[in-house]
């Protein structure tokens, strides 16, 4: 049983969590702009005391926030798929992403019938 099959169950049996991790994400996202925006001064000048020290602890700890985001919104997109056809690959938000290439029109149509398709299920 690979891991991605064990996240999969347990997104898929525990759909509060797989909830509470979309939320987290979606706030660790926001709570980064706004500390990067309300503290940017601060960040800077900690940032030019030190820049071959201070510079890549910074890159790296926007590294590690952007995949904490990744982690905890794929842990939440788990639980959306179907256990009666279960998906060869690891991850995925929805199908519609896989379908019809870099065409600006079709990508938005694939994301109108993803959105109506949550909508189905939330009713």
């Known amino acids: 049983m690979t891991i991605c099959s064990q996240i999969k169950g347990f997104g898929r ?3 509060r969590l797989a909830d509470l991790s979309s939320l987290l994400a979606v706030a660790l996202l926001f709570a980064t702009i706004w500390v ?3 503290y940017q001064a601060a960040i800077f000048s900690w940032t030019r005391q030190s820049i071959l020290l201070h510079g890549p602890a910074v890159i790296l700890l926007l590294v590690l926030d952007v995949f904490f985001i990744i982690l905890l919104l794929n842990i939440g997109s788990t639980r959306r798929e179907d256990a009666a056809h279960p998906s060869d ?3 995925g938000t929805f199908r519609g992403r896989c379908h019809g290439g870099f065409n600006l029109g079709t990508a938005f149509r694939n994301w109108v019938h993803h959105i109506e398709q949550v909508n189905k299920k939330h009713r």
Do not use: K, M
Request: charged content about 35%.
């Open 13 to 15: 049996t525990h759909e």
């Open 36 to 38: 990067a925006i309300d």
């Open 89 to 91: 690959r690891c991850f």
